[in-house]
């Protein structure tokens, strides 16, 4: 096994969360998140159109038309959730005041440069939206992605090829292989998934790649 599922990833994601935190999910996968944070760690979700205390997505039949995230999916409202203006939600991002946000991305490059939203194909419709302002304004910013392409290719670079929508921005990603720092020496892998070692991803991002623990220990070589 050198993959594990979506569902699994957002799994391992939630448990990195810190009680006590105020959360963006982004568009997408990482959504799936919100369904795997502790019952009994409280945890604050934040979406950009407007909600404070956003929970999991609703069981089936029990669907408010009026509550959705950034990404039209229905979600629900925690016992206190607040909602506001959509000026003071940017406010909130752009202000610090987030601790992580979960994003996606098309490239993320070694000194944790992002791109997600573009990959400058002609003719691409311009969607930055959001994240540009979440890349720069959280705290920590975790990327859930797959490490390969569909054709192949290392979502993780050198430098980014495609648009960026920040720069030096991401704190950690998170990919169906393994999760990888951003350090300043580049990325180290915190944790290999099935069969994956630093030596066989490094093969399949073509990147020089750290031992993260060893490297917290002092014995990278």
Same mark, same amino acid.
């Given at each position: 096994?050198?993959?594990?599922s979506?569902?699994d990833?957002a799994?391992?994601?939630?448990?990195?969360?810190?009680e006590?935190?105020?959360?963006?999910?982004?568009?997408g996968?990482p959504?799936k998140?919100?369904?795997y944070?502790?019952?009994?760690?409280?945890?604050?979700?934040?979406t950009?159109?407007?909600l404070?205390?956003m929970?999991a997505?609703p069981e089936?039949?029990?669907?408010?038309?009026?509550?959705i995230?950034?990404?039209?999916?229905p979600?629900? *409202?925690?016992p206190g959730a607040?909602?506001?203006?959509?000026?003071?939600s940017?406010?909130?991002?752009?202000?610090?005041?987030?601790?992580?946000?979960?994003?996606?991305a098309?490239?993320?490059?070694?000194?944790?440069?992002?791109?997600?939203? @573009?990959?400058?194909?002609?003719?691409?419709i311009p969607?930055?939206g959001? *994240?540009?302002?979440?890349?720069?304004?959280?705290k920590?910013?975790?990327?859930?992605?797959?490490?390969?392409?569909?054709t192949?290719?290392?979502?993780?670079?050198?430098?980014?090829?495609y648009?960026?929508?920040?720069?030096?921005c991401v704190t950690?990603?998170?990919?169906?292989?393994?999760?990888?720092?951003?350090?300043p020496?580049?990325?180290?892998?915190r944790?290999?998934?099935?069969?994956n070692?630093?030596?066989s991803l @490094?093969?399949?991002t073509?990147?020089r790649?750290m031992d993260a623990?060893?490297? *917290?220990?002092?014995?990278?070589?």
């Amino acid at each position: 096994m050198t993959r594990i599922s979506r569902d699994d990833l957002a799994a391992r994601i939630a448990a990195d969360i810190p009680e006590g935190s105020f959360v963006n999910l982004g568009i997408g996968a990482p959504t799936k998140v919100a369904n795997y944070l502790p019952d009994d760690l409280e945890i604050i979700l934040h979406t950009e159109n407007g909600l404070l205390g956003m929970g999991a997505a609703p069981e089936p039949g029990k669907i408010d038309p009026d509550l959705i995230n950034a990404g039209k999916q229905p979600v629900t *409202a925690l016992p206190g959730a607040a909602y506001f203006h959509h000026a003071d939600s940017f406010a909130m991002m752009r202000g610090g005041h987030l601790d992580v946000c979960v994003l996606g991305a098309f490239q993320v490059a070694q000194n944790g440069d992002l791109a997600n939203w @573009s990959t400058g194909a002609p003719g691409a419709i311009p969607a930055v939206g959001g *994240a540009m302002d979440l890349a720069i304004g959280a705290k920590n910013v975790y990327v859930m992605t797959d490490l390969l392409t569909k054709t192949g290719e290392s979502k993780l670079v050198a430098s980014c090829t495609y648009p960026l929508t920040g720069v030096g921005c991401v704190t950690r990603v998170y990919t169906d292989h393994a999760v990888f720092d951003v350090t300043p020496d580049g990325f180290a892998v915190r944790e290999a998934f099935g069969d994956n070692t630093v030596t066989s991803l @490094s093969e399949l991002t073509g990147l020089r790649l750290m031992d993260a623990a060893a490297a *917290a220990s002092g014995t990278e070589n």
